[in-house]
């Protein structure tokens, strides 16, 4: 009587503020050992772990490997510098998930930030979306994110009104012959649909810095919607211990119906 396997992919910030050293020795580091503290606790006979970073872009470190060492150690090599694309970090990881996770697993993203997506805009996908729209990395959007190819939603051609990235969004304007999604959000272009088609819980952590509402409800949202669950941590042992939980309640549902 055995339990089904894990495919869990971990996705880790990287951008610029995860060099502060608010938490000690600095946040970088607190969130590489709370990671690998996830990864002891995955038994290696079965279970499989990925890697994917974010910052200003989305990079697969690795893929879903039954080698810890393998894991920590491009853990390890993570350094902070850039922007958070929160959206891109969520599409790269998912999209390996279903493609490479195993049919009998149990499939989860685990997603960790500390910090506001201000790159390629909301993960859910709410209100506009814009083909190859210049980001500022400074700016976080809840009504406007970058459309996917592939995803579903309608593009159009026309006049709409977009806010100014690079004013912190203060000012809107009106810009002409530009493609954009007004029906994203009810298709793969939420990355909590793109989950739950791929059959994929999403798990969601801030760490560190003090969320407003707006961002706690949407991290719950994309959770909570995929039988996953958001936490907020503030410091590294809340990471830590936020993670054993996520690695307890995937054994929980991995002994379900065991055959």
């Known amino acids: 009587l055995q339990p089904d396997p894990i495919d869990v992919v971990l996705v880790i910030d990287r951008s610029g503020s995860m ?8 946040r970088m580091a607190a969130a590489k050992a709370a990671a690998s503290t996830f990864i002891d606790q995955m ?3 079965r279970d499989k772990v990925g890697l994917v970073s ?3 872009d989305a990079t697969l470190d690795r893929v879903l490997t039954d080698n810890p060492d393998d894991i920590k150690g491009a853990i390890d090599n993570l350094s902070a510098n850039g ?5 891109k970090a969520f599409d790269v990881a998912i999209s390996h998930l279903s493609t490479n996770g195993r049919p009998e697993a149990v499939k989860a993203v685990i997603l960790m930030s500390d910090g506001d997506w201000n790159y390629n805009g909301t993960p859910l996908a709410h209100g506009t979306g814009l083909q190859n729209w210049k980001w500022s990395g400074n700016t976080i959007t809840y009504d406007y994110y970058e459309y996917y190819d592939g995803h579903g939603g309608t593009i159009s051609q026309g006049e709409i009104t977009v806010p100014d990235v690079q004013w912190n969004g203060k000012y809107n304007y009106v810009e002409k012959n530009v493609s954009y999604c007004s029906d994203g959000e009810r298709t793969n272009q939420n990355m909590s649909n793109y989950a739950i088609a791929n059959d994929i819980s999403l798990y969601t952590i801030t760490f560190a810095f003090n969320p407003d509402n707006n961002i706690r409800n949407a991290m719950g949202t994309i959770a909570n919607s995929t039988g996953g669950f958001y936490k907020h941590a503030p410091g590294g042992d809340d990471l830590a211990r936020v ?4 690695a307890g309640e995937l054994k929980t549902e991995a002994g379900v119906n065991t055959t």
């Open 19 to 26: 060099s502060g050293t608010d938490v000690s020795p600095t």
């Open 43 to 45: 038994n290696t006979s």
């Open 54 to 56: 974010f910052a200003s």
């Open 83 to 87: 922007a958070t694309n929160m959206r």
């Open 243 to 246: 993670y054993t939980d996520i």
